[in-house]
């Protein structure tokens, strides 16, 4: 806590020297920093020709574990516009972001416009609500909905643009929810279990009918000891689970310990494939975008759990 601390006010410190009155960019247009990937795929889409989007969090990147460095505090204070994911996602710099309107910057967490209601607090994760709520793509919708809001307001004059953008965007998203929906069917209801290193798919679980286990808890700031390993080794063997998974963002090893606890017991089971969880593909990949991420986990979930 006293380094969470440090931090904070360290660059608290630097951007109360350095930020600026007003925005520098030369192009005209809106200067946007995000967090994760997915909410950066979101400010590109709605946004389009009217903004610069720079996303701290690239590719394999766990925003549980991360901290901000010297150039994004740079970036962060030439910024018109921050989105961040909140509900404790980026923990260790969830504080930076939070005072960075202190600074005159627009800064808006995308999850504030979903009902409280319908988010999950697990009792484990401290009374913090799941932050992982793009993989129900209907709560997704409502980020959406936020940055076209919130660009509405910075940048009034483009408002058609970022509603014309986001309307199409948003009837995307409800294709691809119907495209999870039906893939996820097409797995017998009494299959459908989701083995992963964290336990970064319940909002998943919850919309498409899986039930959901993970190595890890809601962060991966918390590790995994021997007893978890065994626990789900265990239901593993019971359950006669064909596949698990591992994610791009968290290594690897630690699902691996889970299969060589199976096959100690006798059971097989293999590596389903990996899936993006915290964070997308690279840049110019299908899975570089958040469509095509989803597309690439229930179709990677689907693939190995029946056998395909």
């Known amino acids: 806590m006293k380094k969470l601390t440090l931090t904070i006010l360290t660059i608290t410190l630097l951007l109360s020297a350095c930020a600026p009155e007003t925005n520098n960019n030369a192009s005209g247009k809106l200067n946007v920093v995000t967090t994760i990937g997915m ?7 709605v946004g389009g020709e009217h903004v610069e989007v720079t996303g701290l969090m690239g590719p394999g990147v766990d925003p549980h574990l991360y901290k901000a460095s010297e150039g994004d505090v740079t970036s962060l204070q030439d910024a018109d516009v921050i989105f961040y994911n909140g509900l404790h996602l980026e923990a260790q710099m969830g504080g930076v972001l939070e005072r960075m309107g202190d600074f005159g910057i627009t800064t808006v967490a995308v999850t504030d416009k979903i009902d409280r209601t319908l988010l999950n607090a697990p009792p484990e994760f401290e009374g913090n609500y799941d932050p992982h709520v793009w993989f129900d793509v209907t709560l997704w919708m409502k980020a959406v909905e936020q940055v076209e809001e919130t660009l509405i307001e910075v940048d009034p004059a483009n ?10 965007y948003l009837a995307e998203l409800e294709s691809l929810h119907q495209y999870v929906l039906d893939q996820a069917n097409t797995i017998p209801a009494e299959q459908r279990i989701l083995i992963t290193a ?17 190595l890890q808890g809601i962060s991966t700031e918390a590790q995994a000891g021997t007893a978890d390993v065994k626990a789900l080794a265990d239901f593993i063997v019971e359950k006669q689970i064909p596949a698990i998974f591992v994610e791009s963002s968290v290594p690897q090893r630690n699902v691996e310990a889970v299969q060589a606890a199976v096959q ?21 990949t299908p ?13 990677t979930i689907v693939s190995a759990l029946t056998g395909d």
Not at 159 to 168: P, Q, T, V, W
Not at 198 to 214: L, S, T
């Open 287 to 299: 899975e570089g975008t958040y469509v095509g991420m989803v597309r690439h986990n229930i179709d």
């Open 198 to 214: 964290h336990d970064a798919f319940n909002y998943f679980g919850h919309a498409y009918g899986f039930e959901v286990r993970g």
């Open 39 to 45: 909410i950066a795929d979101i400010v590109k889409v």
């Open 159 to 168: 408002r058609s643009d970022y509603e014309a953008n986001a309307e199409a």
């Open 264 to 284: 100690a017991q006798g059971f097989d089971v293999k590596i389903g494939g990996s899936l993006f969880s915290d964070a997308m593909g690279s840049e110019g």
